[in-house]
């Protein structure tokens, strides 16, 4: 267990130990909320909205996932051939 002092500005320094298990590094976001009289502080991972797939898009690529297990796709080579042999 570690002690942190709130700084001025109500800052509190996470010790390096943590950082490291969690993978926090500056500039990282983290969420922090209270919980039962103490300070709950988790490390948060913000997206883009324009990174956000549409259900469409999410089914197509389950759908292509699934066809790459099974082995259906078309090797790079042959879809060159394919493209040079069509008008």
């Known amino acids: ?6 700084g001025q500005r109500r ?3 996470i010790p390096k130990e943590i950082c490291e298990d969690l993978g926090l590094k500056e500039g990282d976001f983290v969420e922090v909320k209270e919980s039962k009289g103490a300070v709950l502080i988790r490390p948060k991972r913000l997206v883009d909205s324009d990174d956000i797939l549409t259900p469409e898009a999410e089914a197509l690529i389950r759908k292509g996932e699934a066809q790459l297990k099974k082995g ?6 042959d ?3 394919k493209i040079k042999t069509e008008p």
């Open 1 to 6: 267990m570690s002690i942190s002092k709130v």
């Open 11 to 13: 800052q509190v320094v």
């Open 79 to 81: 879809l060159k051939r």
């Open 72 to 77: 259906e796709y078309v090797s790079w080579d």
